[in-house]
Each structure stands twice: as C-alpha cells, then as structure tokens.
C-alpha cells in the first residue's frame, strides 16, 4: 500500500538490466497468461505487454481471462498448474493483496502460495464528483460530509475492491458518515454519478478518465504521492494533506510456487524490457496508468507490505466479504 517505500518497490526504470540467457528448452509451447477478470478490465494491460513479450519469449504469451470470486477461482488454478513455465497469472492488487483480508475462507494465499514475478503496471485512484454537486476540492468535501453527516453518499464499484478500502480508511481517519451505495461494476457506478443519482465515486483514473476529459466527472484529487501526468492540474491527497500515504491499484505477474527460479528471472527481465519501451510506456500512459520495473524479490516484499497494510484497514473497519 504505502508506495512511497520506494525501496519495497524497486523501481529501476532508469538501470540497465543485465543480459540473462534464456533458460534451456523453455519455454517449448505456448505460454498461457491467466487474468482473474472478465474482458474489457485491466486485462489491457496484459494485451497490451503480450506481443512483444511473445516475440522475446519465441512463443505466444496467451492471454486468457477467467473471472470469478474475485480471483479466487483463477488464482487455484494457477497454483496447481504444473510449474514449468509455461502457465503464469497477470493480477491486481485486490486478488493478490485485499482477498485474504476480507474472505473468511480464502482457498489460498497468493502472496505465500504464488511466486511473484513482477509488479509491472500502476494506476493511482482519483476522487471524482458529479459537476453540478457542490464539491469543488477536497477540503470542501471533507468539511461539507462532515457537516451533514448520512447526507452525502458514495457509489461503490465493488465490494472488498481498492476503492472500497481506501474509502473507508478515509472515512474512518476523518470521521466521515459517509455511507456506500454499492454497484456490481465500474461502469454502473460510473453512470450513478454520471445522472447525478450519487454524487462521489472513488475511481481507478484509467476507468474514469474519459469521463473526466468529458466533463461529466469533476476530478477533485488523486491518491498517489505526485500528481499524474495525465491529471497535471489536480492535486494529490497527501499534497493536501489528507492522506499520510499514497494508494494506487497495481497489477502483477505471479506464477505457480515451484516454478524454476531462472525461468521466474527470464520472465521478469524480459517484463522489464518492455516495460521499458518507449510504445509500452506511451500506451500506458494513455490510459492513466504506468509501468514499474522491479525484480521478483522487490515485488515480494512489496506483496507482503500491502497485504500486511489492508489487512489492518480491514480490521480496523470491520470489512469482510461473503
């Protein structure tokens, strides 16, 4: 969670990475990249990566989604898949991080129970209202949801998702009633504040940037450190002093446990490769988002400090998922 421990992330876009010969009769078939979410959600990010990953590797990266359970029924199967390289997961921070915060009965633990490869792609949440509500920044907000306390209310995308923790740790810190209007998806939230129906939404600024640029969202702040580069003019909430710590979704490369380690060094540094191009780093960014470059024991670290982090937050506000 706290992004700001530069040194858990290891971010080492500006080092060259050393050669690293390709591991001896691997990979011999396709590669099947698992994302534990229907098409059309942060499995862009994969698609994005996958050609040139496939012309690095000498197979096709196949990218293959398998939603359900919040990745709990992906993230199984990825751990019992043989562990030779040739099946891998590309997931987000709520399946790998938040799940085993908030499922009492969780069928694994993907942070124990998986081997990192990467943390490869960020994207920082932005706070968004309705432009005819009467929020205009942040302070406002605040002082406003404070003042008529059970008034105001947010749509919630998903239930146990970044966005709903981070909202709730919020409320919790400034003794905000605020309560959640809860959606089955993104979009349908997005519409809610789009008609005024609700008029606060804690968004993923890739999601929400079209109807930010639109003008049917009005963007108040995001929650990484710095400003976005695609939102120069919006403040951040710890420039204003809202949050101590930054939030931002992430998405990673995992494989099962016992897969080779040179194989699981081959993968991160061709990852970082092309997270290194200047085609990857432009269509990332085009959608709000950007690429991290770290190697698997970065990641780990990291995994298990944002694990450690939501399981706090939800403890704290009494957050579980049936």
Known sequence: MRLSRRTALGVLAALPLPALA???????????????????GYEVYARIMAPRLSELLGQPLVVENKPGAN??????????STPDGHTIMFGHIGAI?????????????????????????????????????????????VAKVKAEPDKWRYALPSSGSVNHLTVEDFKRRHALDMPAVPYRTTPQAQVAVVAGEVPIMLDSLGAGYGHIAGGRFRALAVTSRARSERLPEVPSMVELGLDPREFVAWYAFMAPKATPPEIVQHLNQVINQVLAEEQTITRLRDLGAA???????????FMRTEQAGFATIARAGNIQVE
């Open 22 to 40: 390709q591991p001896r009769g691997w990979p011999t078939r396709p590669i099947r990249c698992v994302v534990p979410s229907a098409a059309g």
């Open 71 to 80: 990745g709990n029924i992906a993230m199984p199967e990825v751990q019992r």
């Open 97 to 141: 991080t938040i799940n085993t915060a908030i499922f009492p009965n969780m069928p694994l633990d993907p942070v124990a129970d998986l081997a990192a490869i990467a943390v490869a792609v960020t994207s920082p949440l932005v706070w968004v209202v309705n432009p005819a509500s009467p929020f205009t920044s942040m302070p406002q907000l």
């Open 291 to 301: 690429p991290r470059r770290t190697t698997p024991a970065e990641s780990l670290a």
